[in-house]
Structures are given as structure tokens and as C-alpha cells.
């Protein structure tokens, strides 16, 4: 993207990750962060502090207004990104909204027909794509290293208390549901973006330890692409040993599995006469990085990647890496499962 004058961003919404995403901004050169909308001026304050010379407001219909601003990361309450994401795109404004993209089907559509129709890029916060395990992942697998692709097991979980999320997380009505609107958001993003378009869901979920009305605290999915592929995906607020997460890609010729904490990757390549042979990452530089710099400074690596690849993508007139209708998907899928009945599993099939 160099050569040109920097994208004007703005960033509605600086709660947790909004503050991280100013942080990020301050790392790419291409992208200058010039205005902050919050409900808390506090928050807005302190997140402009990120920046250079950073406007502070608390309507974000003002920001979504401002012709100054060539486009906005939307990081507010999933209830909300609707609204606040449709008056972004009205407002001529190129968006990049955090996971999930809304926590209706149909108002995720909505939204990437609005983008299209303005020939904007809608993007959603997906950086998960962007660890350094999960790239070289992709690397592996696009250069045939496993051979052709198999089948995908997955799973994302956390114990789901207060300090592993917001207090609102638990509140359907403004999450959109539980875990798998959560941190099972992500991982149904990251399992895609190896198998691909998804043609066919079975889900369960169940709700016996937090038992809040409408949500889920565990989720397991099961999806089927065109080619055949199956991917099974658990995302889980009951995972007493920590936060965590996986992905094990298995395919004719070998076997790639990655995942969080510590950062790592085992790379297999089978034969016929011997045993699989194994190479293992360990990511050290990042190892230490994290444990100098706190947890934080790894989010927001991958925060910067994230936005770094919207930006370009706005440059180039394409589609962003983690496209609106990428989120849109999700969500779809996410809302395929539906409480456990074990004599009428939900069976999904996409238009």
C-alpha cells in the first residue's frame, strides 16, 4: 500500500479489544487512526492516546458521518453492530466490524448486500487467521504438504467466567447466544478457511453448568463441504484447565495440528513402510515476546495483521482476507445448533 496518503480510520466502540485495535493501528503506516466514538469518554480518551492528534466523540452516528473518515472498525457489543455497521456503509465508509458480525443471519446478509450495493469492503475481525502458527499452517497445506485434504477436527474453549470475557457475553440478547457466538465464532472462521464453503450442518449444543436462558456452554458442530470433507468443531465455556484452543488437519498424505497455549505446530508426513515422520514448531521468538510483553502483545500482532489485510484490500478494490460474507457464514453456522434433543439432531443445508 505505500505510495499513497494513509486510510483515514476511525474506530467506534473502545472497550478491551477496540483499545488493542488503536494499539495495533499505531503499528502500519498505511493506516492513520483519526477519530474514536465511545458511550465513556474516559475509554474514548484513552484509546485516542494511541494516535496522533485522534478525535474523541460519543455519538458514533457522528463519526459514521464524517466525511473525513474513509473507514471504520466497528469493536461495540454484538447487538449493536447492525445498526452502527449500516450507518458506516450509508455514510460511504469502508468497515471492518469484530466477530460476530451480527447475531441475526439475517442481518449479517443485510449487511454484505449494503457493502456490495456500495461497492465498499466489509470485513470481519477475524484475526485468529493471522497467528503465527495458523499461517504457517496455511503455507503447508497450500504447498500439498498433508496432500489433499481430509477431514478437520477443532475445538476453542475457555471455563466461560468473568475473567475470560465480558460480562455481557452470558446476556443472549446481546451476544446473540453462547459460546458458539463467542469464542466458537472464531473457530468455525478458522476451520473454514481450510475446508472451505460449507454445504451441510448437524449441531448440538447444551447448557447444564451456566444455564443461561438462549445460550449454550458447550457447542459441537459437524459440517460437510461440497467435496465431501467433514470437520467436527466443539466450542466450550466448561474447560476447567484454561483457555485453549486446537485444530488438526488430517489429509492423504500427512497430518498438520496447531493451536494456543504455548503457540505451537507438529507438521507429520506418513509412509507406507515406516512410521510417521514429525517436525515441531515452537515459535520461541513469539514464546518470549508474549511472556516479556503480557498476552496482550500477541493479540495484537494478530490485530495488525488483520487490519494490515483489510487496508490492502480496500486499496486493491477486492474483497477483504475475512470478508463480511466470511462472517456471515459463521453465523449461519454458529446458529445451526440448537439445544440437545436425542431424537431430532438439526440438520442444516445451505442455500
Request: hydrophobic content about 40%.
Amino acid at each position: 500500500m505505500s505510495g499513497a496518503e494513509p486510510l483515514r480510520i476511525g474506530l467506534i466502540g473502545a472497550g478491551m479489544i477496540g483499545a488493542l485495535r488503536a494499539v495495533a493501528l499505531r503499528k502500519l503506516p498505511d493506516l492513520r487512526f483519526v477519530a474514536v466514538a465511545d458511550e465513556r469518554p474516559e475509554r474514548a480518551q484513552s484509546a485516542a492516546a494511541h494516535g496522533d492528534s485522534v478525535r474523541v466523540c460519543t455519538d458514533a452516528l457522528d463519526l459514521a458521518r464524517d466525511p473525513a473518515i474513509e473507514a471504520v472498525i466497528v469493536a461495540t457489543p454484538p447487538n449493536s453492530h447492525e445498526d452502527i455497521v449500516s450507518a458506516c456503509l450509508a455514510g460511504g465508509k469502508h468497515v471492518l466490524c469484530e466477530k460476530p458480525l451480527t447475531t441475526t443471519l439475517a442481518g449479517a446478509e443485510r449487511l454484505v448486500a449494503a457493502a456490495n450495493a456500495a461497492g465498499l469492503c466489509l470485513a470481519t475481525g477475524f484475526n485468529m487467521r493471522y497467528t503465527p502458527a495458523a499461517i504457517l499452517a496455511r503455507r503447508l497445506v497450500d504447498t500439498g504438504a498433508i496432500g489433499e485434504l481430509d477431514h478437520i477436527r477443532a475445538f476453542h474453549g475457555h471455563p466461560g467466567g468473568r475473567e475470560f470475557t465480558h460480562d455481557w457475553i452470558r446476556d443472549p440478547a446481546v451476544s446473540g447466544g453462547g459460546t458458539l457466538m463467542d469464542n466458537g465464532i472464531h473457530l468455525i472462521d478458522l476451520t473454514r478457511w481450510f475446508l472451505g464453503d460449507v454445504a451441510e450442518t448437524v449441531g448440538m449444543t447444551s447448557n447444564h453448568t451456566w444455564q443461561t436462558p438462549g445460550g449454550d456452554d458447550n457447542g459441537f458442530l459437524l459440517l460437510r463441504n461440497e467435496a465431501g470433507n467433514v470437520a467436527t468443531l466443539q466450542a466450550s465455556w466448561t474447560e476447567w484447565s484454561g483457555y485453549g484452543y486446537r485444530l488438526e488437519l488430517y489429509g492423504t498424505d500427512g497430518f498438520v495440528t496447531f493451536g494456543y497455549p504455548p503457540m505451537r505446530l507438529v507438521h507429520g508426513v506418513r509412509s507406507a513402510n515406516e512410521r510417521t515422520r514429525t517436525k515441531r514448531y515452537f515459535f520461541p521468538a513469539y514464546q518470549i515476546l508474549e511472556r516479556l510483553r503480557g498476552w496482550q502483545w500477541g493479540l495484537v500482532e494478530t490485530l495488525a495483521r488483520d487490519l494490515d489485510g483489510w487496508g490492502t484490500a480496500i486499496r486493491a478494490g477486492t474483497p477483504a482476507p475475512a470478508s463480511g460474507v466470511d462472517g456471515a457464514e459463521a453465523v449461519r453456522i454458529a446458529l445451526s445448533a440448537e439445544p440437545c434433543n436425542p431424537t431430532c439432531p438439526t440438520s442444516t443445508t445451505a442455500s
